[in-house]
């Protein structure tokens, strides 16, 4: 199983930018993709989830400004962030959990300055 992001980059305050993460490996469709994200100095956090069923769940912090979506036929996994803040600046890593297994991708940076 391999995940593989891309989008990352830089971007000022209020702007947008979308992460994609395309996979391969295994049946997309049947897995658990989740979005991270990992600032300096602090624990990973859960940033969404989309389900098996396209059931999607939010962190209050990024709720109405973040859409993650699921293209399965091609085993990509998106997020698209608009009005974005300084506080959203960190690495951010797509997960899938498949039949109990948890993989992940390398990561991309997003910095969102003042």
């Known amino acids: 199983v391999q995940l593989v992001e891309s989008g990352g980059g830089s971007v000022q305050a209020g702007g947008s930018l979308k992460l994609s993460c395309s996979g391969s490996g295994y049946v997309f469709s049947r897995c658990v993709m989740d979005w991270l994200r990992q600032a300096p100095g602090k624990e990973r956090e859960i940033v969404s989830t989309?389900?098996?069923?396209?059931?999607?769940a939010y962190a209050d912090s990024v709720k109405g400004r973040f859409t993650i979506s699921r293209d399965n036929a091609n085993n990509i996994l998106n997020l698209q962030m608009n009005s974005l803040k300084t506080e959203d600046t960190a690495v951010y890593y797509c997960a899938a959990i498949c039949l109990g297994f948890r993989y992940w991708g390398q990561g991309t940076q997003v910095t969102v300055s003042s």
């Open positions: 989309i389900s098996t069923d396209d059931t999607t």
